[in-house]
């Protein structure tokens, strides 16, 4: 999986959700639920990044609710300073729109705290990033900067 660049000087704005749809940061006392969602959908590691991203105030984590139920989330800014993710939406949520305005939400905070490129750390599903942002694969990133990492 390689790291992907991101011109943020270009990007689209954030699209318009369905009604009943929010994506904000995500709040310090509502740590247990994103803590807990990360680790039923995904992966340790993504819940030690959640867990870091959310000492930040505002949280370096935002969130994708519907009333008060979470579906998503997208860190940045977390794991290296201007990277992207983790991010991930509840299966039964995709299709919604909710990743790509996770997505795009985030890299516009990367763009308004002074970053001219971001980087999807590790980026799974590359064509997703190449068609919402304009991302292009960095060559020989993988594995980049996780090389050596404690399993
Ligand atoms: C990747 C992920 C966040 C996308 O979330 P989502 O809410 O389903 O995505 P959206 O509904 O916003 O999709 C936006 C667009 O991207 C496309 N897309 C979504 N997932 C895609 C994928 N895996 N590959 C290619 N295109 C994809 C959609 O078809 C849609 O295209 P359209 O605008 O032309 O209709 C979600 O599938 C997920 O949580 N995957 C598992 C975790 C993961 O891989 N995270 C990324 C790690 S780097």
Known sequence: MPDMLVPLY????????????????ALPFEAHVLLDFT??????????????ALAARPAKVLIATQGTTLLGFACYDVTFRGFFGPTGVAP????????????????????DEGFAYGVIGGAG???FYRQTCGAIAIP?????AYAGALV
């Open 10 to 25: 270009t990007l689209p704005p954030v699209p318009a959700l369905a009604e009943g749809l929010v994506i904000r940061p």
């Open 39 to 52: 680790a039923r959908h995904f992966s340790p590691k993504w819940v030690d990044e959640c867990t870091v």
């Open 92 to 111: 039964e949520a995709r299709g919604k729109g909710l990743g790509k305005a996770l997505l795009l939400a985030a890299l516009h905070r990367l763009r």
């Open 125 to 127: 599903p590359v064509e």
């Open 140 to 144: 020989d990133s993988d594995p980049g």
